[in-house]
């Protein structure tokens, strides 16, 4: 089944713009964290469904997601990112 939403970066840029609105620097841990939730969260909610073309894995700091964490640690990141639908946004709101 094919994800709600191309990319993860598209839901890294949504959340950093959430949390740079908000004034919150959102982080390697966190940012895994609240992507991990995002993806369970849609999930539950639809049938199981990706949320976003990610696979976590769990380590002793908590969930991660080795392409976005390495892209992530080298500063890369998407400089036009597609807005989430409305049914992608309604998660993500939720989760926020």
């Known amino acids: 089944m094919r994800p709600a939403i191309r990319s993860t970066f598209d839901i890294v840029a949504w959340i950093e713009e959430r949390g740079g609105d908000a004034g919150i620097d959102l982080k390697g841990p966190l940012?895994?964290?609240?992507?991990?939730?995002?993806?369970?969260?849609?999930?539950?909610?639809?049938?199981?469904?990706?949320?976003?073309?990610?696979t976590f894995l769990a380590t002793g700091a908590g969930p991660i997601e080795p392409d976005i964490f390495l892209a992530l640690e080298q500063g890369i990141g998407l400089s036009d990112p597609v807005a989430p639908s409305d049914h992608v946004e309604e998660v993500l709101l939720a989760v926020w």
Do not use: G, W
């Not at 895994?32 to 976003?52: I, T």
């Open 31 to 54: 940012l895994m964290k609240l992507l991990y939730l995002c993806q369970a969260v849609y999930a539950s909610e639809h049938n199981e469904a990706k949320l976003m073309p990610a």
